[in-house]
């Protein structure tokens, strides 16, 4: 009997929508980095991911701010988005699901779903989630001039969004060269550049004259680059539903020289990225899609030392998108019947 790629992950998402929460909800703050008392990882000590949006493969491919990049690093070229639109792949990131989420609109998710928060702080770790012009530290609000919400990976989730000290974790993009400087960093980073820079409402042009920038004045730190690994990628194509959901991506920072400018092609989604950052803490996992064998190809170059083997996917089986499937934040039915979960803070004005 054949059973279909869509319909493995369609398995696994419905059975992962009633193990809500599998860890406990830690709640500590800690922003140390280098120097910190945290585990080492097998594979770097900190991780970067910095989203950029709604941009083909091919697009990207022609702008130099991110082709020059690739010179430095590992170009993941078979590395594909989860779904449209936006919001849904920022909460698989955060997460390891969609939950049922197939738009861009206000979410709360209930507290008692666990995340790769509640993960890192069980061991020890620290996170933080840097969002370029954001009003102010831990705002929850839908949108304020170039920052909006649904970009952001951690607030849609109450277990962050309810908590305000976990809500300290979540800072403006001109903290993050402030901590680098400092020596304060986390162990696990993410990094949203605003509704321009990430070309959401520009270009790939655009964008990629950003990146250039900030990897000169920021990123391109000695220092800072010991055990750090970079992810730069997409989070989704601009294709809608009519074609593969493949973005581009790249890793750089701490990795093999030998590898630097090479171009690897194993089949990876942004649940890859859970699992390597999982694997390299042993952090456990969430149940979700991250332990999904076919979604969860953790990076080649450190398979070795996470002790995992990758399933090779062929081309036939790689679908062309992969819908939100049914769960319970469809038709935002759990903010509807459980308005008690979803109170937020006040608001900053």
């Known amino acids: 009997m054949h059973i279909s790629f869509t319909s493995l992950f369609a398995i696994a998402s419905l059975t992962s929508l009633v193990l809500a929460s599998n860890g406990k909800n830690g709640h500590q703050h800690g922003h140390k980095g280098h120097g910190n008392k945290a585990p080492k990882g097998k594979v770097f000590d900190h991780f970067l991911q910095i989203w950029f949006e709604n941009q083909d493969f091919e697009d990207v491919a022609k702008v130099p701010g991110f082709t020059d990049l690739a010179k430095q690093g590992i170009l993941l070229d078979n590395f594909n988005a989860i779904t449209h639109p936006s919001e849904p792949n920022y909460v698989c990131a955060g ?36 969002q370029e012009n954001i009003p102010s530290v831990g705002y929850t609000g839908y949108k304020s001039g170039t920052y909006v919400r649904k970009h952001n990976p951690a607030v849609i989730f109450d277990s962050v969004g309810l908590n305000k000290t976990r809500l300290q974790n979540i800072v403006g993009g001109d903290q993050f060269a402030k901590d680098i400087a400092s020596g304060d960093l986390p162990n696990w980073m993410f990094y949203t550049p605003d509704m321009n820079d990430d070309a959401h409402d520009t270009n790939a042009s655009f964008a990629g004259e950003w990146l250039s920038k900030f990897y000169k004045s920021t990123l391109n730190n000695k220092e800072f680059l010991k055990k750090t690994l970079i992810l730069i990628t997409f989070d989704e194509n601009k294709s809608t539903k009519t074609k593969r959901n493949r973005v581009w991506s790249l890793l750089i920072g701490d990795i093999p020289k030998k590898l630097r400018g090479t171009v690897d092609s194993t089949f990876y989604s942004h649940f890859s990225t859970l699992n390597t950052v999982e694997l390299n803490w042993d952090l456990g996992n969430l149940g979700r899609q991250d332990t999904n064998k076919t979604m969860n190809n953790v990076y080649s170059f450190a398979a070795k030392k996470l002790h995992y083997k990758n399933k090779d996917v062929p081309e036939s089986e790689i679908p062309s998108g992969i819908p939100a499937i049914t769960g319970l934040l469809t038709g935002r039915s759990w903010n509807q019947t459980h308005p008690n979960s979803t109170e937020l803070p006040p608001q900053p004005r």
């Open 95 to 130: 997460g390891g699901d969609n939950f049922g989420i197939d738009n861009d609109d206000y979410y709360n998710i209930p507290a008692n779903v666990t995340t790769i928060y509640d993960l890192l702080e069980n061991k020890g770790l620290t996170w933080k989630v840097y």
